[in-house]
């Protein structure tokens, strides 16, 4: 579906010093999505201007506009208008929306910024979105530059459409909630939306918006109709053709927020000017923001320090690969997306409206690894939040809402209450200090436990809900979503949650002695013996392993059936957890490589279902090759990355890492096919059996950068933190000649490089640290030190 013409050069490069990619066209094939955070204040920003703003939750207090699905697309966002005062024509620096375009254009995402560089009409402007550490507001830079040898008079605009916070009851209500709504003008130059409708769930916590300059405003408007006009958009806005703003304020109405300013500058002169949207408690804090806002240095102050946080976070981790694409991921842009994952859960992207997702169980947990080994203190402290969902008997709510004090959803799936011992070890793994297993935290139906506890009490839970085959009962899902078609009379079992449980009870056989408990070991050890025994023999099925016991007691996942006849995660976690005997592990994802994988990436089963097990209520609907059909799901193809590392087969790891680097998918798709961003991970992508193949859905947002973080760095590179120090264990392409590696580790840097001049795939000979030859391959913690050199010869 590649068109000829097109050339991704054309529209994006990477400028991997700046931590950056940066786009020549506006045109992309969809918003490729910035997410610009202090962790309390958000923006989502596109490449070409759209996005919205919102403090902490994007259902109950979402502060701008973005219409999802609409045409025309990416609208609406923070938008400047520059406009030549005499001849009235105006322009946007981020090329959208207005209809005079700039003649010259470029935009670039960085760590937490997004920047525009345009210019018309003898006029060029700089415009920097971020959101800085010291107050919660979107910090819209602008630099002006008069290019032309005549005196410019400028009209400066800064437009945003105010959204009314909840989002649904936005659909719902908006026309008896808008009359609840008020925009102000503030003394000090400044709007002020005030949100105060009746019902809303958190009033006391909900903040007023401000919207100001640091320059005298000419005029303003707080009402979206008074600005924009009738049958008009942001494209052509009445008050910018008709004379500027009008003065408006809304007491009752559709809100906005729109600033202008007058500008005069000399040939060759240069002005700045800020616009600063953001949220504050009270009057009072409005003005203490302000004040703040309109100090000097306070942008570049917040600029450096922004910065400063990614180049620090960045730092922990940092590797030299024979392989360009790979290194720009995992130094870059694959710890963002984990970071932005970590915080905004599956909650708001361009494909997710963020209107009931709010923190997954499973998700956040998975989550969770990719940020442990850059800010370990931060992992802890979500996983205290995820087991305040877990109930006394061990299991969890499946999504909860802590901003928005909704009820949680609590569907009780075979698998989210088991994620958190993972989370759990990694974080003692990372950290050495095993006393964060007596940390107390409370249960969601009362009483409270050790993290030990909790964790123990998520095994038992399974433990007492074994199916009538001996596997766990699937309840209402398992990881895959969809399985609740196949056992909806609850006697459904999954093979997976079996390998799941597995992995889990390796850890917790590890974590019961850190915990002062060392007696539980024997039983951990004998219910992963028994759930091993089962997946190597009901749970095989001649060529792979089954995925499911349906309530009918029939296997899914099985040659017998016409359709989902094999199905990726049973193969891949049959591996992961140790349990498939080694012959069986081998064939099993030989069957994967044979059956499942393409060139865009391996299938999640095969084939696509699309009347199975009845044609009357297939097992999903999604189409064939589509979502949680047949298509590659990301997320799914990192365990088969560790597995074949596992295995120790470098190569085919590699590929199938490569194959979904989303620059290299998108190439070898055709960017058009693609769609989305070649610099973060998707969701999934439409599988052959689909007539888009190659199609990218669910960009940012997916667990995809969590596990891929974790395949790559701990798998192929071979770093992982163990309980007893670092162990290194790379399993590489053998053609590679080597790597290195920088990683904080326990207070200390290890610098390490690895020699592959026997050209294998895995096997250390011989590791030296500072010189000294270790025994084994686990490097213990250097308290003392603060960085070793770390020689390791394959
Ligand atoms: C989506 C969900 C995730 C689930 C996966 C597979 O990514 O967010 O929770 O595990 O689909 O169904």
Not at 609 to 623: S, W
């Amino acid at each position: 579906m590649r068109y000829e013409h097109e050339t991704p050069e054309d529209y994006y490069s990477f400028r991997d010093e700046a931590k950056e990619v940066e786009f020549k066209r506006h045109d992309m094939p969809t918003p490729w999505m910035n997410y610009l955070s202090n962790g309390t204040f958000h923006t989502m920003l596109s490449h070409a201007g759209g996005g919205v703003a919102f403090y902490k939750s994007p259902q109950i207090w979402r502060i701008t506009r973005y219409r999802f699905f609409h045409l025309p697309t990416d609208r609406s966002g923070p938008y400047i208008y520059v406009q030549d005062a005499e001849s009235g024509s105006y322009w946007c620096p981020t090329y959208e929306p207005a209809l005079n375009k700039p003649q010259a254009w470029t935009s670039a995402h960085g760590m937490g910024y997004t920047r525009f560089e345009a210019c018309s009409e003898g006029v060029s402007a700089k415009t920097l979105y971020f959101v800085g550490p010291f107050e919660n507001s979107l910090i819209w830079n602008l630099t002006l530059t008069n290019n032309s040898s005549v005196v410019k008079t400028l009209n400066v605009y800064a437009y945003a459409e105010f959204g009314m916070m909840e989002f649904m009851r936005e659909l719902q209500w908006q026309c008896y909630n808008k009359h609840q709504v008020s925009v102000m003008y503030h003394g000090q130059e400044a709007l002020v939306y005030k949100y105060g409708v009746e019902n809303q769930p958190k009033p006391e916590e909900t903040p007023l918006v401000y919207f100001m300059a640091d320059r005298p405003l000419h005029s303003y408007d707080g009402d979206r109709d008074a600005f924009i006009g009738s049958y008009r958009s942001e494209s052509n806005p009445a008050a910018i053709e008709q004379g500027g703003c009008t003065g408006s304020t809304l007491l009752g109405g559709d809100p906005c927020g729109a600033l202008q300013v007058k500008l005069t500058l000399q040939p060759g002169e240069t002005r700045t000017v800020n616009f600063f949207l953001g949220t504050a408690m009270s009057e009072a804090e409005i003005e203490a923001a302000m004040a703040c806002s309109r100090e000097k240095d306070f942008v570049a102050r917040s600029f450096q320090a922004l910065s400063g946080s990614w180049d620090g976070y960045l730092e922990a981790w940092n590797c030299e690969l024979p392989d360009p694409d790979a290194q720009r991921m995992i130094n870059i842009w694959n710890p963002y997306q984990a970071q932005r994952n970590f915080l905004f859960s599956r909650n708001i992207s361009f494909y997710a409206t963020g209107t009931f997702r709010g923190v997954g169980y499973r998700d956040t947990a998975q989550d969770a690894l990719a940020v442990v080994p850059f800010d370990a203190e931060a992992a802890k402290d979500k996983v205290r939040l995820l087991l305040g969902q877990q109930y006394r008997d061990g299991h969890v709510n499946h999504y909860f809402f802590p901003h928005e004090g909704w009820e949680p959803v609590t569907s009780i799936h075979s698998d989210d209450h088991l994620w958190t011992a993972l989370s759990v070890w990694d974080i003692l793994a990372e950290t050495g200090d095993a006393s964060f297993l007596q940390d107390r935290i409370p249960f969601y139906d009362g009483g409270e436990a050790t993290v030990y506890e909790h964790l123990k009490r998520a095994i038992d839970f399974t433990a007492s809900r074994l199916g009538p085959n001996g596997f766990p009962l699937m309840l209402r899902s398992d990881w895959n979503d969809q399985l609740f078609r196949v056992c909806r009379q609850g006697k459904g079992e999954s093979i997976w949650t079996a390998m799941q449980l597995g992995m889990v009870l390796l850890r917790m056989q590890e974590l019961a002695p850190l915990a002062g408990h060392p007696e539980d070991t024997a039983g951990y050890t004998a219910m992963y013996e028994e759930q091993q025994r089962l997946v190597n023999s009901l749970g095989w099925d001649g060529k792979w392993f089954r995925r499911a016991v349906m309530d009918d007691g029939r296997f899914l996942g099985t040659a017998e059936h016409e359709e989902a006849q094999i199905w990726l995660n049973a193969q891949t976690w049959a591996t992961l957890s140790g349990m498939a005997e080694p012959s069986k592990a081998l064939q099993a994802m030989d069957s994967v490589r044979d059956i499942l994988d393409t060139e865009l990436g391996i299938k999640k089963l095969h084939p696509s279902i699309t009347v199975f097990p009845d044609p009357a209520d297939p097992l999903t609907n999604y189409n064939k090759g589509t979502g949680e059909n047949g298509a590659v799901f990301c997320h799914a193809n990192t365990w088969a990355i560790i597995a074949e590392c596992m295995l120790g087969r470098g190569d085919l790891a590699y590929k199938y890492y490569r194959q979904l680097l989303p620059n290299v998918a998108m190439e070898q798709a055709g960017l058009s096919r693609y769609k989305a961003e070649p610099y973060v991970y998707a969701s999934n992508l439409f599988g052959p059996e689909s007539d888009k193949f190659g199609l990218a859905n669910v960009s940012w947002l997916t667990g995809t950068a969590a596990w891929m973080y974790v395949a790559v760095t701990q798998y192929i590179l071979g770093i992982k933190p163990v309980l007893e120090g670092l162990s290194i264990d790379p399993c590489i392409p053998a053609e590679w000649p080597g790597f290195s590696v920088t990683r904080r580790f326990r207070g200390c840097r290890y610098e390490i490089k690895v020699n592959n001049s026997s050209r294998s795939s895995k096997g250390v000979q011989e590791i030296r640290v500072d010189g000294q030859k270790l025994e084994g391959n686990v490097i213990p913690a250097y308290a003392g030190k603060v960085s070793v050199q770390v020689e390791v010869i394959m």
